[in-house]
């Protein structure tokens, strides 16, 4: 089947593409025309999901002060963000971390650097330039820029830690049920791509809380770390904007290759599950 790309790269050239940039080149700024096509890419964003995800593009050096949008040292020489906002209801994180993920395979598209960050920034002073309103969930922002030739040492620092590695197939794929792991080297035909990026997609402190089990036409998908209702009533869990990020690179990569399938929920019982895992949702081929 002839592919057909969404950018003006494969996705999975994107994928391998896209790197977590901290340091920016304070010299080179972002042009019109590129803040013009991300909008015009944002207005046409529909995640998978119901809950409405809302985008802003945050220009720090038009602020009155740049005091309200500290990222605590982690980024320097960035002074345009994208802030995302999402409704509260079903699969809201979820359909956050989905939308936003492409945005910013889209960014890297265009030649810009970002960094999925959820806590280490300002959030009061971010909240108030995005306008986050009573029914609105505000946890997720990136930065946006060219970037620098200078390596700071919190770029080390990162390098050196978990952020560009990621779990072996046989870790987080399986075949019918979690006795039986897939390896890369396993028969799935032209869902190979598909399972390999969904495998590099970025996640916090790279925990890739994704599990996933291959089931015929099915692909069901799973979390790592359960919560009760009370926490869940209480604590955001950004797992769940993990999980978002993985539907992207899995939902985006079937689409470039023709495969066509969606997302349902089921009523499931599979062997093997482990207690610390639980059924997020399942994607069924056309």
């Known amino acids: 089947m002839e592919r057909r790309l969404l950018f003006d790269k494969s996705i999975s050239d994107l994928v391998k593409e896209r790197k977590s940039v901290r340091t920016y080149d304070e010299g080179k700024y972002i042009s019109e025309e590129i803040i013009n096509r991300l909008n015009s890419y944002i ?27 500290g990222t605590y040292g982690v980024i320097k020489g960035a002074d345009t963000y994208i802030g995302a906002v999402v409704e509260k209801g079903y699969m809201a994180l979820e359909n956050l971390g989905y939308e936003m993920e492409e945005l910013i395979l889209y960014a890297t598209s265009l030649g810009l650097g970002t960094c999925w960050m959820g806590g280490t920034f300002n959030k009061s002073g971010f909240a108030k330039a995005m306008e986050v309103r009573e029914n609105e969930i505000f946890t997720i922002i990136t930065p946006i820029g060219y970037k620098s030739e200078e390596v700071r040492i919190v770029d080390k620092l990162f390098s050196k830690g978990k952020g560009d590695r990621r779990k072996e197939w046989v870790e987080l794929f399986f075949l019918k049920d979690f006795f039986t792991p897939l390896d890369k080297d396993s028969d ?66 079937c689409k470039e290759k023709g495969i066509e399938g969606s997302f349902v929920r089921e009523i499931l019982k599979l062997d093997g599950v482990p207690k610390n895992v639980e059924y997020l949702i399942t994607w069924v081929k056309k």
């Open 188 to 253: 799935i035909g032209e869902m190979n791509e598909v399972f390999e990026n969904l495998r590099l997609s970025p996640s916090a402190l790279n925990k890739q809380p994704w599990r996933v089990v291959l089931d015929g036409k099915k692909v069901h998908f799973f979390k790592v770390g359960k919560q009760s209702q009370a926490e869940k009533d209480t604590h955001l869990d950004l797992s769940e904007v993990d999980m978002g990020i993985a539907l992207c690179h899995f939902n985006l990569t």
């Open 43 to 69: 207005d046409n964003l529909q995640g998978p999901f119901q809950a409405k995800v809302r985008f802003k593009i945050i220009k720090t050096k038009e602020s009155a002060t740049k005091r309200g949008f």
